[in-house]
């Protein structure tokens, strides 16, 4: 940050009276306000410590760069724009999720792709006694090759981000990752019409499916570091945004069912539809540089605000202007010192590695149940009715969706823990581990080795509300305390490191989920 620098004549009379009488207290926060002085006596310019050329400026420009001038979030605007941004990180990768029935359908043996969803879905969730289709090698491969080429790219590229962040400018990994990934979804959108041979087909799917995770990753991890630098309620947004997109993608799910729409026709709605959202966020994040409220912490992370509040404590205590020279001197030092410090990964990782092994564990516990246990529970009061095939959809996806959403949302409202409040959040992380029981003895079908304890379908669904909330809650809590746990010139970098241990938590929950389904 350019350094403030007041000449006055040579007989002026006392210097301090002079800085004084450019400071006014409002509220008990001292800002410059150099109107205060008379424009003949005094000028005004300010000093690029890296480049050491002097640029005169008005003083509304320089009142506008001290942080003791804080300027407020007007309409909410940075905040609806983290949320979008948070929406647009997640919402197309969901929708790509729910249309595997589609990609399944281009790779199976010669059929009616124009069937009915419901059909396809009876098929998914085992809800109906009719044969399913005999898949071939690449229908069956589809899944575990989906989830290879989404998890590797997501840990190598979260892992590359964190520690790359601060060579590759932010803009550059922000609108690089989103045009890629809108990209992607053009092609896949564009791909519906086109008739190809599955083996192409295939190819190509798991080819996006890596660029849109490595995209993915580099996205999230930039967002939550760029989150970092403001206030911890900032983190929120994004958080909440990714828990809307969960909602969307189930309720689009339950409304193909119940429409009956062709599979084809809801592949390219999912991808058009992910393709808008995306150009929204590109739209939202062009407009945030422009905003008072991001550029004042954009500029803060330069020069740490206790230094200048050091600077006003000495003009207020009436230090003589040699003092003041030697304190500006001092403070230039640091000025030009603190942006070319690079955070260490490991002392930052050293500060919060409790918070880190927190989320990599809630999404540890998580991920190895739902939706590979969770997917698998039946109804035992549907019967043959149509509750039989909105089961899954609504207790299992939607619920999940919308409990996790509010405990992201919750956050909003209330945190506790507190950031400082030691083994109290690790502790409610770790008894999160109850619900992997709890849902185990669910009826889930088909099972070898554990009996059924919870039969009614009340049971499941009381026991995803909890377990959701508390995914949320608690990951929320810790993506916004992790950037406030280290100083303000680090935040950016912890939120890094922390979506790497997120991405890592994904990994090991989606290896463990292989073993709990063994075990029921």
């Not at 189930?250 to 539809?273: N, P």
């Not at 991001?294 to 003009?315: H, N, S, T």
């Not at 409790?354 to 999404?363: E, G, M």
């Amino acid at each position: 940050m350019p350094e403030l620098f007041i000449f006055y004549p040579r007989g002026y009379g006392e210097p301090q009276k002079l800085l004084k009488a450019a400071m006014q207290q409002t509220g008990g926060v001292w800002t410059w306000n150099l109107e205060n002085l008379a424009s003949e006596i005094y000028s005004v310019v300010l000093r690029d410590p890296q480049t050491d050329r002097w640029k005169p400026r008005g003083a509304r420009s320089i009142t506008a760069m001290m942080p003791s001038h804080k300027p407020q979030d007007r309409y909410k605007a940075v905040w609806l724009i983290f949320f979008m941004l948070g929406l647009g990180t997640l919402l197309p990768w969901n929708f790509f999720m729910t249309a595997t029935m589609y990609f399944k359908s281009r790779l199976g043996p010669p059929q009616n792709n124009s069937g009915a969803l419901t059909e396809e879905n009876r098929d998914l969730f085992a809800t109906t006694s009719s044969p399913p289709l005999k898949p071939n090698f690449l229908n069956s491969i589809f899944n575990n090759g989906m989830t290879i080429c989404a998890m590797l790219p997501l840990l190598v590229f979260t892992c590359l981000n964190s520690f790359l962040h601060q060579r590759i400018p932010q803009a550059l990994r922000i609108l690089g990752s989103m045009v890629a990934i809108l990209l992607m979804f053009a092609l896949t959108a564009v791909l519906v019409k086109v008739d190809l041979d599955p083996i192409a087909f295939f190819t190509l799917t798991m080819i996006q499916i890596v660029i849109i995770s490595s995209s993915g990753a580099i996205l999230q991890g930039s967002l939550f570091g760029l989150a970092g630098l403001l206030p911890a309620s900032y983190t929120v947004p994004i958080m909440s945004g990714q828990g809307l997109a969960g909602i969307f993608a189930a309720v689009a799910m339950i409304f193909t069912i119940a429409s009956g729409s062709e599979l084809e026709q809801s592949a390219f709605g999912y991808f058009i539809i992910a393709c808008g959202v995306t150009v929204i966020s590109i739209l939202c994040y062009l407009v945030l540089p422009h905003l008072k409220f991001y550029q004042y912490y954009q500029q803060a992370k330069m020069e740490p605000v206790g230094e200048w509040e050091a600077k006003m404590d000495l003009i207020r205590r009436g230090e003589n202007s040699a003092k003041s020279g030697e304190e500006g001197g001092m403070s230039k030092a640091s000025t030009k010192n603190s942006p070319c410090e690079r955070p260490s990964i490991i002392a930052i990782l050293k500060q919060i590695w409790v918070l880190a092994l927190s989320v990599c564990f809630i999404f540890i516990i998580t991920i190895c149940v739902f939706p590979s246990v969770t997917a698998e529970v039946q109804s035992t009061i549907a019967g043959t009715s149509d509750w039989k095939n909105y089961f899954i959809p609504v207790s299992c996806f939607f619920t999940f969706n919308v409990f996790d959403c509010a405990g992201r949302s919750f956050t909003t409202l209330y945190m506790w823990p507190k950031k400082d409040s030691g083994w109290q959040l690790p502790a409610l992380v770790v008894a999160r581990i109850v619900f992997v029981p709890l849902l185990m003895l669910c009826n889930v079908h088909p099972r070898k080795n554990l009996p059924v304890i919870f039969h009614h379908d009340a049971w499941f669904i009381i026991f995803m509300m909890f377990f959701a909330f508390s995914n949320g809650y608690l990951a929320s809590l810790c993506m916004c305390f992790a950037p406030k746990t280290v100083k303000p010139s680090e935040a950016e970098a912890a939120g890094t490191v922390m979506v790497f241990f997120l991405a890592l938590g994904l990994a090991l929950g989606s290896l463990s989920s292989l073993l709990l389904r063994v075990i029921v």
